[in-house]
């Protein structure tokens, strides 16, 4: 993590943090290896202000960066903004004050158009993501609106089944899937868009220990640079080398994720608590 994530008015506990599990390589759906590439800025939030219709004051001057290189956690509890400024990342809110640079394109509407398919957001609730009646026409919507055809498209849909490890699920309706297979069938149509960057809005929601180790293992294994937004703080340890705490809608504290989480007094001020027993250090 970079200094100039830090916003000027807002506290922070950590320091620079390394390359961790992102590296600087992705992996295709189809699991090819795809060429390092240059370390770059994908998403830049600057002192972004936003409060709701009924006064109600959701991002306070909310900054952070992402890098091409970077896996970060965004922590907080109920209420802190942090899917507010998720839905400033989709275009859905507009802030009063602030910008937003997805890409390196400035997010107002020609932004968002071209950011297209780059910007994978998986929601909370696969419900919201998957409407057709069969779950290859899920994964097939977001590149088929992109204009994929034919064998083209074909593969792109069992490419990005096969690495969410539902191949041969493609005739399946989303209804009859477990909650665990939703949000891997969910993550299967983003994949499908070949995005740069993901954004996952508390994807362990509902998830049983099996399903929350499979979603580990698959993300891990992509290996392409993420905002993840989560109350599961161990999990948080395990995908994201840097993380920050929002509260208040700004950020509070950020650096290390293992160093963030073991601030106890931090993260007593700010609601989040650590399961019984978790050390974040150990290991």
């Known amino acids: ?35 390092t590439r240059e370390r770059r800025e994908l998403l830049a939030v600057d002192d972004l202000w936003y409060a709701y219709p009924d006064g109600t004051a959701a991002l306070s001057g909310a900054s952070l960066r992402l890098r091409s290189d970077e896996r970060l956690a965004l922590l907080g509890p109920n209420g802190s903004g942090k899917t507010t400024l998720v839905l400033h990342l989709l275009g859905v809110l507009r802030a009063a004050s602030g910008s937003i640079r997805v890409l390196g394109r400035p997010l107002d509407s020609a932004g968002i158009d071209a950011a297209g398919g780059r910007l994978g957001v998986l929601f909370q609730e696969p419900r919201d993501q998957l409407f057709t009646a069969r779950v290859r026409d899920d994964v097939a919507f977001g590149p088929a609106n992109q204009g994929l055809r034919g064998d083209a498209l074909d593969r792109r849909v069992e490419e990005a089944l096969r690495t969410v490890g539902l191949a041969g699920a493609g005739e399946r309706s989303p209804a009859h899937l477990s909650v665990g297979e939703q949000r891997r069938a969910a993550l299967a149509a983003v994949l499908a868009m070949r995005p740069e960057v993901l954004v996952l809005d508390e994807p362990t929601a509902n998830l049983d220990p099996s399903g929350r180790r499979d979603l580990a293992r698959l ?38 994720t293992a160093t963030v989480l073991g601030q106890r007094e931090t993260m007593r001020r700010h609601r989040l608590e650590l399961p019984y027993g978790f050390d974040p250090g150990a290991g």
């Open 219 to 256: 993300l891990i294994d992509l290996r392409i640079p993420l905002l993840l937004v989560t109350h599961d703080l161990p999990f948080a340890l395990e995908l994201c080398p840097t993380a920050c705490v929002m509260d208040g809608g700004r950020i509070v504290a950020d650096g290390p």
């Open 1 to 35: 993590m970079t200094r100039d994530r830090r916003h000027a008015t807002r506290t922070t506990t950590g320091t620079t943090a390394g390359t961790g599990a992102a590296g600087t390589s992705s992996t295709d759906p189809g699991g090819e290896t795809a060429p």
